[in-house]
């Protein structure tokens, strides 16, 4: 036994000792506090889930109008993988006359559908048959999963996710992100002295090239509860909360919450993390569709997302995705052959995602604003939620391409400045009201300004149908060839100002029937058409489309009413459904987390336009593309098939609108600029050109010219405007309601002139 003689060596030792046992209690009580921190935070995660938000899936079924070339690169949006044989959900083989496709299976709105493996054929414009695999029994109805668009709400986080299972990951994800990540993770108690070690000597070794030896556990305490801050303190307390955290949850929970929690890149505001939503991110894919060099390229990323961005430094990360194959290898994960041959892969990153919150800026944007609408706050409030919607990825890739195709030739065209012009679209369809396609900026990913929404600009001769469709309503006065005066028209106007319209063309053009004004966008007709009729009655109409408080002035007759192309589309799509106002919808169901559907405030389809004036005005708004100020479109749209639309200009031609429509299509377009400078494009030589290659590419329907009831045809006299028979030239079969055709004959007619011996009966009448 050592006796210590000095007292106060004594004395010392008996402090340190003191010292040591106050500090083991501070920390102990340190330690517990820490335990009960690390077991509440655990237990309190709950990550931000925003609402994914689906296009609507394409139906496939006998008779659906799509050609295999379309229904490929329809496949290829989706993500599906071409293949000389099925090996899968998400794999298609295509032949001469058919497609073979394994779909995935996918839970909709109204049920869950299976995968099933499918063959498709197609004649030269449709669906012809389609099968079931492996018998003789066929389909009627087949839907593919539907993409994946966009997540909005709760709009104040900018992490997105797509939550996942560990049981449901791929076995290769997990193994490699351990075999690169953490060797010893199964085995390590939250820190690894091993690893730490390791990065020691290697830091000392090659003091330009760091190496943290971090553990899986670590990096997702980092992740979930403290910041990157570069101090001992803040490793110290990782490591500790680590060793705690792994007292209490299992390998698996810790692994599963590190691939959701995990940051795997950026998209403009939106952080992507975790590698559910990061497969969907680079490859349009799910996770239990990638192949090893896929997993191997987001598990590269996961070292560093900003240095190993694949779409800035493509080179840079395939010798990280390459490494990380050879790791996998040499752990046995992969064979060798398999490694050689996803290393001369491309890393198949799809570029197009890049540069904005959503795919569809301007879509979403109307999602978003719907949902607030349709459905209460507290509903909403619930995370998770699966929002579907009616966009068309079709419709939306052609108006989008029609735009940035266009666009620079109008300018062309013109001698302007690139880049000067701006322009928006909307696509809707006649039956349900579905808003197929929006476009709000020439740069159609740009999330900003949204002009199909927001841009109040004057609608011009959009305004026309509804003045006529008002004089039409009263068959007592006016029909389609009720003929008017084309003469000046002078009006004081309740500010005192006399209010004198003027012809576009400057000139006079004599009696004109009321449809040849309305295809020849003639001011004076119009507005003496709209004087006689009431301006009371033509804003009723216009309030009875859908358009939200017009003006109560003349000045409305020829489109001093300010819109959006959203709500000019409203309008037409009303007329377009022969009167029937169906309020346009983006969205078709909003799902919980929990599969189950949000009650929403329902609308009520009614009519609000009657149904004869508005078949007349279709009518005369086709002689528009027929032979009025929109004729060039027949040079694009189908031969034989009948549109119905109208040109719309400002004054000093600073708006360029078109809106028109077939029997499935509904599509809007304005072409200008936002400083409201004039763009010298009227009409027809601006938006009316995107219009028209627009419904060409759509394949719209040309109009169904069946007469509704309450509707007779009557042979017309062109130059007068009575009956007409053979015995007149160019007779013309003309719409009108049921006793409003007139009753005379013109004198070319033979049915109006009388018989020498009905001659002979007048005198002695």
């Known amino acids: 036994m050592i006796r210590i003689q000095s007292p106060l060596l004594r004395w010392l030792l008996i402090g340190l000792a003191l010292s040591i046992s106050i ?29 994914q938000v689906y296009a609507a899936p394409l139906e496939l079924y006998p008779g659906a109008r799509i050609k295999l070339p379309e229904l490929k690169r329809e496949l290829d949006r989706l993500g599906y993988r071409a293949s000389d044989e099925l090996t899968g959900p998400g794999t298609y083989v295509l032949a001469a006359d058919e497609i073979r496709i394994d779909t995935r299976g996918f839970a909709f709105w109204d049920g869950v559908q299976a995968e099933s493996r499918v063959a498709i054929r197609c004649d030269d414009s449709a669906v012809s048959a389609i099968r079931a695999m492996g018998s003789d029994q066929s389909v009627d109805l087949l839907r593919l999963d539907p993409m994946l668009i966009g997540s909005i709400y709760p709009s104040h986080s900018g992490e997105d996710r797509v939550l996942v299972k560990l049981a449901d990951v791929p076995p290769l994800l997990p193994a490699t992100l351990i075999r690169v990540e953490d060797r010893n993770f199964e085995h390590h108690f939250g820190v690894s002295p091993i690893g730490i070690l390791r990065a020691l000597i290697n830091n000392q070794l090659h003091s330009g090239k760091k190496q943290g030896g971090s553990t899986l556990t670590q990096q997702l305490i980092r992740n979930l509860f403290l ?21 209490h949850v299992s390998k698996d929970e810790i692994l599963e919450a590190y691939l959701n929690e995990v940051w795997l890149g950026q998209d403009g505001s939106r952080a992507i993390h975790g590698f559910g939503l990061a497969s969907q991110f680079y490859f349009n894919k799910p996770l239990n569709e990638l192949r090893p060099a896929e997993i191997a390229l987001l598990v590269g990323i996961a070292k560093g997302p900003t240095v190993y961005n694949p779409r800035k430094y493509p080179e840079r990360v395939k010798e990280r995705r390459d490494l990380v194959l050879r790791l996998m290898t040499d752990g046995g994960l992969i064979r060798e052959d398999e490694r ?7 890393l198949g990153v799809l570029n197009n995602v890049a540069g904005g919150v959503e795919r569809y800026p301007a879509f979403i944007d109307l999602v978003r604003r719907q949902v607030k609408g349709l459905y209460r706050e507290e509903d909403l409030g619930s995370e998770g939620l699966r929002i579907f919607t009616t966009l068309d990825p079709r419709a939306q890739e052609m108006l989008e391409a029609r735009i940035i195709a266009d666009l620079p030739g109008l300018e062309a065209s013109r001698k302007m400045k690139a880049d000067s012009l701006q322009a928006a679209g ?25 002009r199909a929404l927001d841009s109040q600009r004057p609608i011009g001769s959009l305004a026309k149908p509804f003045v006529f469709l008002a004089a039409l309503a009263d068959p007592g006065r006016y029909n389609l060839y009720s003929q008017i005066l084309d003469e000046p028209v002078e009006l004081r106007q309740p500010n005192g100002q006399l209010w004198a319209p003027k012809n576009y063309d400057r000139q006079l053009h004599g009696t004109v029937p009321l449809f040849a004004a309305l295809a020849k966008s003639y001011n004076l007709p119009t507005v003496k058409v709209g004087l006689d009729i009431g301006v009371d009655r033509v804003h009723d109409l216009m309030q009875a489309a859908g358009l939200e408080n017009p003006p109560r002035l003349p000045s409305m007759f020829l489109g001093a009413i300010n819109a959006s192309p959203l709500d000019v589309a409203q309008m037409y799509s009303t007329l377009a459904a022969s009167g029937y106002l169906t309020p346009l919808l983006a969205i078709r169901e909003v799902m919980t987390k929990d599969g189950k559907p949000l009650s929403r405030y329902s609308f009520k389809l009614k009519q ?16 528009v593309i027929e032979f009025g100020t929109a004729r060039w479109a027949v040079s694009v749209l189908p031969a034989g098939q009948k549109f119905a639309g109208k040109t719309g200009t400002t004054d000093d031609a600073r708006d360029s609108w078109f809106a028109g429509y077939g029997a499935d299509r509904v599509a809007v377009i304005w072409v200008g600029r936002d400083d409201n400078k004039p763009v010298g494009l009227d009409g027809a030589a601006g938006a009316l050109r995107i219009w028209g290659r627009l419904m060409r590419d759509l394949d719209a329907r040309g109009i169904d010219l069946a007469p509704p009831a309450g509707i007779e045809e009557v042979s017309i006299d062109p130059q007068t405007g009575l009956r007409g028979d053979e ?12 006793g409003a055709a007139p009753s005379d004959y013109a004198s070319c007619a033979n049915a109006g002139q009388s018989s020498p011996l009905e001659w002979l009966k007048d005198i002695f009448r």
């Open 23 to 51: 500090g083991l209690v501070v920390l102990s009580f340190w330690l517990v506090r820490l335990d009960r921190e690390v077991r509440t935070l655990y237990a309190g995660v709950r990550w931000v889930l925003p609402a």
């Open 227 to 247: 910041t990157n801050e570069q101090s001992y303190g803040r490793k110290i307390r990782e490591a500790l909360m680590a060793i705690l955290l792994e007292r």
């Open 340 to 346: 050689e041959a996803e290393a001369l892969s491309s």
């Open 426 to 450: 909307v696509v809707t369809s006649v039956e349900g009201g579905d808003v197929l396609a929006i476009v709000g900026d020439r740069n159609v990913r740009y999330p900003g300004f949204n």
């Open 608 to 623: 609000t336009l009657p149904e004869g004036p508005v078949y007349l005005t279709t009518w005369a708004m086709q002689k």
């Open 727 to 738: 015995g007149c030239a160019g007779v013309v079969l003309v719409p009108f309601l049921e």
